[in-house]
């Protein structure tokens, strides 16, 4: 493996950034827990009692990503990558907003909502460029299709590859996440701990762990603004100024 020391950025990001760019949060009080219980859309049970319903909520959410547009906090990210900083993204979210961005680095540990896969094989997936997945869709072998998103009661397969790239962060940065689902909220103890660590969030003084640094602000707001002092100085710090 190349010997690669330019800093490295590693950002785990979670509903809010999205947010910001139209699509429903989850967890918020009007998000769409609040319009759709999660045993009735989210589970493997869901699945198996009423597959229809949960693919007509999927595709719902589906149409809703394709409107959406990345915001400034996904493209001050791609910025700072093409600006020659190493940039991995860690996200819980299943739009592909990171990548239209311009951002090569994403790991999406929920997976994606523009894929679905293989209901008896995990492995075969494939891209829904258009439409959505009705009853009767089926794999090259023969089974129902479902959406290629992490279910709760469903284990994240990512998640040690996520861990391995956390321990490699020379800054970690956090972003719209209310740091409550689990197992991707211990990424934070993935990080050694001299790694700095900072929260954008507008809740974020409620929200980070000790040892996190909190920037109270808009991932819209908050994140370009960091990723102009990175770039004028050409590491990764942070800024008290702007932490003010």
Known sequence: MADDRRPHLVVFTGSGISAESGIQTFRAGDGLWAEHPIE??????????????????????????????????????????????????????????????????????????????????????????????????????????????????????????????????????????SLAVMPAASLLDCVPLETPSLLVDPEAVALAPPGVTRLSQPAGKGVPALVRHWKREGRLWVPETLLG
């Open 40 to 177: 009735e859309v989210a589970t493997p049970q869901a699945w198996r009692r009423d597959p229809e319903r949960v693919l007509r909520f999927y595709n719902q959410r589906r149409e809703q990503v394709r409107r959406a547009r990345p915001n400034a906090a996904h493209k001050a990210l791609a910025a700072l990558e093409r600006q020659g900083f190493r940039v991995s993204i860690i996200t819980q979210n299943i739009d592909d907003l990171h990548e239209r961005a311009g951002s090569r680095n994403v790991l999406h540990l929920h997976g994606e909502i523009l894929q679905a896969r293989s209901t008896v094989d995990a492995r075969m997936r494939y891209p829904l460029s258009r439409g959505g997945i009705e009853l009767g869709d089926v794999c090259d072998k023969g089974s129902q299709l479902r959406p290629d998103v992490v279910w709760f009661g469903e284990s994240v397969p990512h998640f040690a590859e996520a861990c391995d790239i956390a321990a490699e962060a020379d800054l970690l940065l956090v972003v719209g996440t």
